[in-house]
């Protein structure tokens, strides 16, 4: 695996990190490699996939009037 060296960090964004890492139960050197995954990793679906994938889950659960589903809802409150 490769090493990454940041130089020139704030004294504030290190102890914000350690202290992000702390509450995590992970080390520094943990959560700054997790926060670079997540903020760098290409995204796992885009959006149309992810709605096809809510359309094909809830086709034909829900039946009526999406305006009547609404104002029953509205309704409530």
């Not at 060296?5 to 992970?26: E, M, Y």
């Not at 995204?43 to 009037?65: C, H, M, Y």
């Amino acid at each position: 695996m490769a090493q990454l060296l940041v130089r020139d960090i704030s004294p504030d964004l290190v102890k914000a990190l350690k202290a992000r890492a702390a509450s995590n139960g992970r080390s520094a050197e943990a959560e700054h490699r997790l926060i670079l995954e997540e903020q760098l990793k290409p995204p796992v679906s885009d959006f149309w996939e992810q709605a096809r994938a809510l359309r094909d889950e809830t086709r034909g659960k829900i039946t009526g009037n999406s305006a009547d589903l609404i104002n029953e809802e509205r309704d409530k409150r």
